[in-house]
């Protein structure tokens, strides 16, 4: 499973979150603990938001540990919101398209689960997007897929109906192939003007999701960047989290509510 961080708040240096905590991204990179995977050595990616409407992007497909670029780049780039992934595949192959974050205009996504079976699902799921989305999709992971799902049914206008929306599609097609195994997502999302977070499984606990309120704002990840973990809350399971300036909304989230 992989490991991600998103950060808003104060303009501060991206090695701060990445690099510089005693169980930082990198770090966990090598060594995670609140994952099945420990290692996540299938590629990385940074994002982070300036002066434009949309992001500057960074993926690699060496291991966050090795790559001298990402340190110089996390050690003289300064922004007010950012996110970075560490990736552990769960099949698909190990290359820049396919590692996160994902981006489409302002727009940036992140993703730790998976479809399960996703082979057997996937056909049905792509050819439900639009030629205008479909165009969009340079990789092959589901997550990739879920993300061009989410803006083509309204992630712009209404995130929550997009994700219940979206979220429904792929447990039907899920349960129409008889596959067992539960869908589960942890997942994040920027617009560039705030962020949201979405930890969810059709059944057990979901990939595990924290937010922390820090001097200079609010930090979100799957998993803690320090190893004392003092201030980290837990996001609950099934919930939908919303970083909107300092403040942090988390709301149940539940695809029976969803509209029709």
Known sequence: MCRWLA?????CFLEEMLLQPNHSLVLQSMEATKAVTAVNADGFGAAWYGEKTSPALYREVLPAWSDANLRSI??????????AHVRASTGTNT???????????NWLFMHNGQIPEFESVRF??????????YLKRTGTTDSELI????????????????????????????????VNDPFKASLCISNGLQFWGLRYASYGPPPTMFYKQVDSGVVLASEPYEMEREGWQAIPSQSLVELV?????ITRFSLEERAA
């Open 7 to 11: 950060y808003q708040g104060k303009p």
């Open 74 to 83: 996390a050690e003289h780039t300064k922004s007010h919101r950012f996110m």
């Open 95 to 105: 290359s820049r398209e396919n590692c996160h974050p994902f981006n489409v205009e």
């Open 124 to 133: 049905n799921l792509e050819r439900q997007l639009e030629e205008r989305f």
């Open 147 to 178: 993300f061009l799902l989410l803006l083509q049914y309204g992630l712009e206008t209404n995130p929550r109906y997009a994700l219940k929306r979206v979220f429904s599609d792929i447990e039907a097609e899920i349960r129409a192939r008889g």
């Open 245 to 249: 300036g300092e403040s942090v909304e």
